[in-house]
């Protein structure tokens, strides 16, 4: 298949590139590169030192022998060009990386939150627009999260998707099924709950082929693919706004900071390790819906934990210390999560559960990398509120704790 990867030079976006390109398919990457100009912006970088994409694209070459052609192009902002890449390329399949993904990141001040909307909704919209003007019938693979489900404790398993309700009419009760109610708790999360109701409109409304993937945390740092040479490595986000729960815990452990949990850690979350996402969105390709079909919607998923739990077991892991922090964020200090993966599964899934060694391999690569770390970097203090600004701790690792 020839499929365009948009956003292919992020975390999720660059080893599915690669593993797709193993596969033998036809590869190009297509991205505006705002997530470097993100990291330049908060005085930040990658753990792992990743070179340009073009560099990247000539070692995979290189190494693999195949090709993997990145364009340069803003989804958001340049919408005849994407129209006119379409038409020139002709994509059997889209996989829709491209959006501002971190809440924190979205919840910093009005001007990030006007920038995530601008960018996410601009970005899908565009596409969607532009696959029905050009007429190609490409099946679009779009990266939503769990996230955009809230995560108050409702009892019952999150279906995949869609929600089988009974409504009263006066001819008596009728069965539907809706898309299950998102309840975003964050600007970004807003972005893909919109997301969503652009993919139903235009699924009804012309046809387009489309696949919703509601991703869990993901976690790790290698695949298969990106462990073949030292400048194929893939990003890895550490700081306050970008990094993300488990892996924040493996670098804090890595360089003897203390593991920053927020508020009680009774929050559950959905995970899924890296290659396990590279590999779900390789079977959700080769299972698209039918023209006409309703979107497909996956949990992209393969457990479910709860922050402290995980801070535990890095601590007992690595000997660091956990810290319980007040929380800047607005969110249930306790949930819990059940959620259903059924489909991922039944196209032959194995999942890659959390154990030490793949824990051991990010905290090795954290060590090898530590040099690189800004440590006044590390704590969250994109606050949800200006009231819940006011309690925000900007030094968890303390004065004191530093100089001893
Ligand atoms: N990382 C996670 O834990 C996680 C979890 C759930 C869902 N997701 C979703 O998966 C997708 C990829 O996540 P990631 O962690 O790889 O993010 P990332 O920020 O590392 O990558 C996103 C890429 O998209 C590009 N991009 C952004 N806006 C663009 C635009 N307007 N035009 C062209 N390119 C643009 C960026 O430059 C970047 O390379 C996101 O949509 C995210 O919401 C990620």
């Known amino acids: 298949m020839r499929i365009a990867v948009l956003g292919g030079d992020g975390f999720v976006g660059w080893p599915t590139s690669l593993h797709l390109s193993a596969a033998g398919h036809e590869v190009h990457i297509v991205d ?26 000539r070692i995979w070459k290189q190494e693999s022998g195949n090709s993997i052609q990145f364009h340069l192009l803003n989804l958001a902002r340049e919408y005849e060009r994407l129209k006119q890449w379409l038409l020139d390329h002709r994509p059997d399949a889209v996989i829709h990386f491209a959006e501002q ?16 909307v601008d960018n996410n909704v601009n970005a899908t919209h565009n596409l969607l627009a532009a696959l029905v003007e050009t007429g190609i019938d490409a099946h679009l693979v779009h990266l939503g999260t769990m996230g955009v489900y809230g995560y108050s404790s409702v009892g019952a398993p999150i279906p995949e998707g869609y929600l089988d309700v009974q409504i009263d009419t ?20 807003m972005t893909k709950s919109l997301d969503q109701i652009l993919f139903q409109f235009y699924a009804q409304n012309d046809g387009l082929r489309i696949t919703d993937l509601h991703q869990g945390i993901v976690w790790g740092t290698h695949t298969d693919q990106t462990r073949r040479h030292e400048q194929l490595i ?34 559950t979350r959905a995970f899924i390790h890296l290659q396990d996402s ?31 739990d995980l801070a535990h077991l890095v601590a007992r892991m690595t000997g660091a210390q956990v810290k319980p922090l007040p929380n800047p ?10 959620v259903r993966n059924d489909q991922f599964l039944a196209l032959g899934l194995q999942p890659i559960t959390l154990h030490e060694g793949l824990l051991a391999e990010v905290v090795d690569v954290a060590r090898k990398y530590a040099h690189r770390i800004d440590r006044t970097r590390v704590p969250a203090v994109s606050a949800w509120t200006r009231d819940i600004a006011r309690r925000v701790d900007h030094d968890p690792e303390g004065r004191k704790l530093r100089a001893v």
């Open 170 to 189: 006066p001819a008596g009760p009728r069965d539907q099924q809706i898309l299950y109610p998102t309840r975003p708790g964050s600007v970004y999360h």
């Open 32 to 57: 505006n590169l705002s997530r470097r100009w993100i990291d330049t912006e908060l005085g930040v970088q990658s753990l792992t030192p990743m070179d340009s994409i073009q560099e990247r694209c």
């Open 278 to 308: 590279v590999r779900c969105i390789e079977l959700a390709l080769g299972d698209p819906p039918k023209a006409g079909e309703r979107v497909r919607i996956f949990n992209q998923m393969t457990e479910t934990h709860r922050v402290r």
């Open 329 to 338: 964020r607005k969110e249930a200090d306790e949930n819990d999560l059940i």
């Open 234 to 267: 893939n990003r890895f986000d550490y700081d306050g706004d970008y990094g993300t729960v488990l892996n924040r815990f493996l670098i804090q452990a890595a360089i003897g900071y203390p593991l920053t949990v927020h508020g009680t850690g009774g929050q």
């Open 101 to 116: 993904r971190a809440a924190p990141y979205s919840m910093k001040t009005d001007r990030h939150k006007v920038y995530t």
